[in-house]
């Protein structure tokens, strides 16, 4: 397929995933809002963080999907159907023994800890149990899915995927409606809808692929290639490494907020990072259709068109999330007062670093496919997930010091992170063939330019000129759409890109 081709198919499916995008995040802004005001900050707090024991295991999960995407993606880039049937059938295996061991795991050392070490109100033990048993049964449909959810991908069926996404978020939206009128204790009747919810899309997913993709069709579980399996369960194992780490930066910060502070510590999190999430979708879903090609790339030898790939995925996606983050961060009240209208203490603060740790992963993510896309793990992981994994125990040591407040853990994540990044690029780079100067020079001096240059005029005019909430919201996001467009083009782009924008402009 010629690099014509290839760009137009990641802008359709780009268009595609922003449309599900925006109306998710019209649903996810006003589900946010009705939940916490209905199930309370205590109820809201539980949730995440009893729900939150459960995706601990997600690095089970996420190893698994991880595999999933890059073996089907890989025997895509071949083109050779009888190895895709067999890869989808022995990745479907897997997940089933997976699934297995997540319901063991859950229902004795996870139920040990959730019994034992979470910060619950007694009053409310009942209700947490109930949360937390069918978060379970949730982990457990969205593993056995994963191979088809990674089909979907895999074949570029970004129509499908929004879609199917859109179905789910508009049944979250019923269960709010729901929620309010509930005779029934509303935090178990929201855990019971939103499992109910899970088992739904799981049948879906079957369904659609079963349909639409000659290698899901008459699967067999009896006949297994031993060699194949070995290879994609070792390939699983080496990524549980860096995926433990992610629950480590994420439920493992949220269970240490709870230990040493209260539930509706963990509710400020939990909404920090609902916007994250929103946030963060606006560079997924422009990665999410780069992705195949830089796997299909690397298997088809095109290492040069990777890298072109890698550079654009890493820049543009910063300056996209830039855009986004830089208005929210600055403000972050005034969002969060028209938002939610009361809010937990901390929660500002909170925001405001992790949209900082949202616009670091960017440059993560297609360092992160590449990796994978060679099959190369067992150093990267190594090397990788070590220094996330670090995350926690220096977070539990500096919370341990008498008055520190809970804003350092996200401090923490943001320095290790930056130090991480740079322990992946001489990694993985000199894998794919690539310079790590050019990297340097076409990626990080651009945005390091633009990250200077497009705050200043912006947080001086927030400082300095005294506004109304409506008239500051809309004048700072005035100029920060001007400042981060304007720096982006001069600073951002070289020679080759504004002449491309240029020209698009003038037709």
Known sequence: MSNTNENKRIAKNSVLLYFRMFVMVIISLYTSRVVLQTLGVED?????????VITFLSFLTGSLASASA????????????????????NIVKIHLLFSVIVMIISETVGLWFVMTQLNIPEARETAAMWVYQLSIFAAIGSLIWAPYNAAIIAHEKMSAFAYLTLADA???????????????????????????????????????????????RGLSLKNTDKKLFREIFGYAGWTMNGNLAVFGYTQG??????????????????IAVQVQNIVNNFCINFQMAINPQLTKNYAAGNLERMHTLI?????????LLLLICLPLAIEAETVLKWWLGDFPEHTVSFLRLVLAVSILYCFSNPIITAVHATGKLKKFQIYEGTALLMIVPVAYMALKIPGMKPEIVFGIHIVIEILTQYIRLKIVLPMIGMDIKRYFREVVAPVLKVAVVAPVIPLAVYIKVPMGEITSFLAIGTLCVVSVGVSSFVMGCNDREKNVITSRIRK
């Open 44 to 52: 809201f707090g539980i949730y995440n963080v009893v729900g939150g």
């Open 70 to 89: 890059r073996f089907i993606t890989f025997s895509l880039g071949k083109g050779d159907m009888d190895e895709l049937k067999n890869t989808f059938g």
């Open 170 to 216: 508009v049944l979250k939206l019923a269960a709010v409606f729901m929620l309010v009128y509930t005779p029934f204790d509303k935090l178990v009747f929201y855990a019971v809808y939103i499992c109910l919810i899970q088992m739904f899309d799981f049948m879906v997913y079957i369904v659609y692929c079963n349909r639409k993709f000659e290698e899901t």
């Open 253 to 270: 910060l949220n269970i240490l907020l709870n230990i040493f502070f209260n539930p509706a510590v963990n509710a400020a999190r939990g």
């Open 311 to 319: 550079i654009a995925s890493s820049k543009y996606s910063f300056f």
